[in-house]
């Protein structure tokens, strides 16, 4: 004879109405608390420096690349004679002029790379906050769980002692409890992680983001156009114009300038007026090396920005994919619902004291409720963090900061 077992299983999709307010609520002014902050950051105030170190450079590349020479001399024979000289090397190749046009690229890149940068640490810093507040969101979750397991551990005893459970059914919760622990081990320790780097970073600040992040997503842009006003791109671009530039002055270096000299003394009783004129010769070294060296790391440049454009262009249509999947599996994905999972597992709970659910399928619909729960925190957190990464690879990041 054959038993057959009927087994009564919950869908979820009908145990639960909506979901859980899981995340706190939008704290005004978030964002200039967040901006704030990371303005006062060693990594911010570094960059600062860098664009000041820029300006300074382009002040000093401005400046005369010779400075007049005296010379004075004096000899003492049968008679007397003196000499006092002043003598100026003539910029003849105007050597200043492409020197300050390479410091002022080099001004305008480092305020593209203090871009750049900041828009990194800004994306790091949300895509942190965002982490630790779904590590809270586990953790809790994971504490619910465990408290789950402890009280089923007492309930289960005491069915026993009525006869109402077996022995395999308090193994089977006690091996529910074992892995309670062990989630709950695992999230504390993600959430300390995560904190510890938000600590790092932004101190005592804890600024509340507002779920889901307010964004209304365009039409798909053109990616091309979107990669050439790229920062990256733009920088890669000064960067092969500068080098142009420096094959310029490596050729004007190569090139001997004259020294022009004007003196006036006395040789005795005689007055004496002389004029100089020097030019370096350059024999031994030609300086043809440092023009070939200098075409070379322009040609360099053109491939590196070549690639830089292709890159770029790939990365914002991946990041533009991400976003867009990850915008549908929202769409299709019914949330579960407003409340928690200690309210949930009480019907479970209901229909097990009933006998209508063995212990076994009481604990797989309850994981199946936890598995839910966790999923919903996953895919809103996934969702952020694919929207922070989406305007900060399109360099939107700011202007959207600014907006909030």
Known sequence: MKLKIITRSIGIGL???SSSPIFAETAANWSQQLQQRLAESPQWQQLNSQVKTANAELTAAQQPVYNPEIELSYEDTN???YQATLSQTIDLFDKRDTRSQIAALQQQITKLEQQQSENQISASALTLLLETRR???LLSLADDQLKISQRLIKLTQQRLYAGDATQIDLDIVKLSLSEALQTKAAAQQSLHNFQAEQTVLLGDLIPTLPQPLPYTLPKQPDFTQLSQQHLAVRTYGMRTQQAQLKVQQSVKESKAEPTLGLGFGQDGDDDVIALSISFPLNIRNSYSAEVDAANARAKTSD???AQVRLDTETALERSWSSLKQQQSLQQIW??????SLVQLNRQLEKLWK??????????????????AL???INLNTESDIRLIDWLSISNQLQDWLDQQ
């Open 374 to 376: 966790a999923a919903d």
């Open 303 to 305: 491939l590196a920005l």
């Open 135 to 137: 590590a809270k969101a």
């Open 79 to 81: 008679e007397r004679a």
């Open 15 to 17: 145990m639960v109405a």
């Open 354 to 371: 009933l006998g209508e659910l063995t212990t076994t399928n009481y604990l797989q619909n309850l994981q199946q409720l936890n598995q």
């Open 334 to 339: 019914q949330k579960p619902g407003q409340r």
